[in-house]
């Protein structure tokens, strides 16, 4: 049986590894510290970053480009 919950849970964890892919695909260093700064988000700022906007807010703090997944999405 599964839990409706458990069903979000999951396209959370994949919508998170898909931005980190990318991350890593445009820069190994950058991609570390967007890692770093979305659990800064989570963690001390409380916020859900199984939303784009939040997504995005931590790609561009390190200075990664989040314009070309956001037209494809």
Known sequence: MEIFGSRILCLHHILLSIA?????????????????EIREMVFLKR????KWEHL?????LVELNASTAENRL
């Open 20 to 36: 980190f892919k990318a991350a890593q695909l445009q820069d190994e260093k950058s991609a570390i510290l967007f890692l770093r």
């Open 47 to 50: 916020k859900n970053i199984s």
């Open 56 to 60: 995005e807010e931590a790609a561009k």
